[in-house]
């Protein structure tokens, strides 16, 4: 497909579907034929869009990161308008995603986990979308308290991931407000 046509209805709703069915029950669980199924499309019709189930999962994995990014930035900006600075307003919206019902953790680090080495496309994918939302942190950190707060973005980052662990391992939402205390306490060490 080149890129200035639009997906097919088919492609869409192929990769909504693998996308519904991956974060929920995991990609390894759930095979071609049941996403084919659920999507209610021909075998042809997959693969005449994907060449493999490894071809939809990098797909899958670009639209899940697509629909987060927007996710977060209109949660971000419904608790900015509410007063919250944009950390302040990360971190609510972090608690947000923690408390959807079909809360399941990251999709990123989901994926590396099951998939390990056996899709080195997608495994990249994620790292770099690791990489990407580690950066928008560090901008978020350097919009609301100043350059010099970048020195514990790294830490924070890693607070960050661990209440997104910690939220689906232990059902706690208040993982994301432990992580912002944490964070509030290693930028005012910076200022």
Known sequence: ?????????????????????????GIRAVGIDRVIAEAGVAKMTLYNHFKSK???????????EEQ??????QRMLEHQSQGLNPLKAFFAALKD???????RG??????????????????????????????????????????????????ISVMVEGAIVTAVSEGNADAAGI?????????????
Not at 9 to 16: D, L, Q, S, T, Y
Not at 54 to 64: M, N
Not at 97 to 103: I, L, R, T, V
Request: with cysteine.
């Open 106 to 155: 990251c999709s990123f680090l989901n994926a590396l986990a099951e998939l390990a080495d056996s899709n080195p496309t997608a495994t990249d994918f994620c790292s770099d979308h690791k990489r990407r939302f580690k950066e928008q942190l560090t901008e978020i950190i350097i919009e609301t308290a100043g350059p010099q707060a970048a020195s514990v973005a790294p830490a």
């Open 1 to 25: 497909m080149s890129k200035t046509q639009r997906p097919s209805n088919a492609r869409k709703r192929i990769v909504e579907t693998a996308e519904k069915l991956f974060y929920s029950e």
């Open 54 to 64: 490894d071809d939809l999962v990098v797909e899958v994995l670009k639209y899940r």
């Open 97 to 103: 995603w923690f408390e959807c019902a079909d809360y």
């Open 68 to 73: 987060f990014d927007l996710y977060l930035r």
């Open 179 to 191: 992580a912002e205390e944490a964070a509030e306490i290693l930028i005012s060490q910076t200022l």
